[in-house]
């Protein structure tokens, strides 16, 4: 008999059918008589329970089903005699998969820290937060590329080792085959680059951007979705060595385009994670609201399956970056020097900023543009005040920043001048500049951090439970 999943046999109406299924056992309960196996295969958050009369079976084998246990179990699906599931199947057959040993193995059926898990990420996906999380993250994943083939967008691989630093940040990890303890060195004793692998120097990418402009110059509107790389030694709960990011870039497109696609976009993400993963988001909102309830009241925040319809159902609202700092500067918290870092026309932004304008003045996602060109990339389009930029950053409750983007500068003049004062090599960037030389348009484009997005729409607090293994400093385990 074929295997079914889970997920199938408690959604739809099996009751009087035969069946066979696979999957690891969350809990065993029972009694002397008779022994009920909830058994979980990944493919929904609920179980099934197997109901075990244990005169039918080996005791040796009954008491070899312990929590972590793979299992086969053959038969008769029923109406359940007990609340909490519709179907439940009574036992013919039952197969040993593989042991879990109750004295080692580390998830038992009780509530563990998320520290510890991290510790185990491993097996962490063996919990329902994790398999919750997990299936979001999925589900996000294919929505993107729904919503872009629906669009008429083209998904473009852009290179993970290249040669440039597209954001200029210099947090680029290195990607070599010299030897670090005996490197050639030229006659000057610098190191011999020519002799690498790739005859220069080359690290992981930190953005797929300057590579997706020259497919948006072409194929109108393209995107990229994989992962990104940046040595920034942030240990915060919203930072990763690496990361996966969506960056769309689209011809013919000016700012205020870009920010309708980035809203259609995030809207569109979390209207289908509401319509497809709602079991995954009924178990994560109650898993977080039994977590609030130890927090102080007005510390509180708003639930998960609110949080997301509040956003799903109101406008972005959308300033620009000076009008932002002046709020920041009437704000309380900057009167009562409550803000850890200045607020100053010029500075950037930090998390608290964000935070403050979007959870506290607006309680609204929040689209800033215009920033000052100082604390900008040198791609971006220079406004004709010249002290701005077409930039765009959308920021989300809880989150802070979570796409950054922006129109990009396609006079080759402006942009040759940007790249000089910044010191970016435009030799080595000649490639790039040549979209500007041939043909040149309007374009603009962004990126979305995909964790962060992840993190928002599962209500997690640390970015580094909604990736399968986390890359931090001094963190690469698994
Ligand atoms: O604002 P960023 O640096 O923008 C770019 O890389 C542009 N090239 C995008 C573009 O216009 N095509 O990064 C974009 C987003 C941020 O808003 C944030 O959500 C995420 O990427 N991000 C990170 N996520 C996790 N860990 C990090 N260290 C991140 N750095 C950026
Ligand atoms: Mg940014």
Sequence with gaps: M??????????????????????????????????????????????????????????????????????????????????????EMLAEKIELLGVADPEKFPIQPKKHSLEFLRENAHLRFRTNTFGAVFRIRHAMAFAIHKFFNEKGFYYLHTPIVTASDAEGAGQMFRVTTLDAINPPLTENGQL????????????????????????????????????????????????????????????????????????????????????????????????????????????????????????????????????AIDILKRSKPYKKKKFQYPVDWGVDLQSEHERYLVEKHFKCPVILTDYPKEIKAFYMKQNDDNKTVGAMDVLFPQIGE????????????????????????????????????FGTVVHSGFGLGFERFVLFVTGMGNIRDVIAFPRTPKNAEF
């Design 2 to 87: 074929e295997r079914q999943k889970i997920k199938d046999i408690l959604t739809t109406d099996k009751t009087g059918e035969k069946s066979v299924v696979k999957g690891w056992v969350k809990t065993k309960r029972g009694s002397k008589n008779v022994n009920f196996i909830a058994l979980n295969d990944g493919s929904t958050i609920h179980n099934l329970q197997v109901v075990a009369d244990t005169a039918k079976f080996d005791e040796e084998l009954l008491n070899q089903i312990t929590t972590g246990a793979a299992i086969s179990a053959e038969g008769l699906l029923e109406e359940s005699q007990g609340s909490g599931q519709k179907v």
């Design 192 to 323: 011999d680059l020519s002799k690498d692998f790739f005859g220069k120097a080359t690290n992981l990418t930190v953005s797929g951007q300057l590579e997706g402009e020259l497919g948006a110059l072409a194929l109108g509107e393209i995107y990229t979705f994989g992962p990104t790389f940046r040595a920034e030694n942030s240990n915060t709960t919203r930072h990763l060595a690496e990361f996966w990011m969506i960056e769309p870039e689209m011809a013919f497109y000016n700012l205020k385009d870009n920010m309708d696609l980035a809203e259609e976009f995030t809207k569109y993400l979390i209207k289908y994670a509401l319509e497809n993963c709602k079991d995954d988001l009924e178990f994560l909102a109650n898993r977080l609201k039994q977590e609030e309830k130890n927090k102080p009241q007005d510390q509180r925040s708003m639930e998960l399956i609110d949080k997301l319809e509040f956003v799903l159902n109101n406008d972005f609202i959308r300033i620009t970056y000076t009008e």
């Design 402 to 437: 979570i796409i950054g983007g922006s129109q990009r500068e396609e006079s080759l003049e402006k942009l040759e001048a940007r790249m000089k004062e910044m010191d970016v090599p435009a030799e080595e960037l000649w490639w790039y500049l040549d979209t500007r030389r």
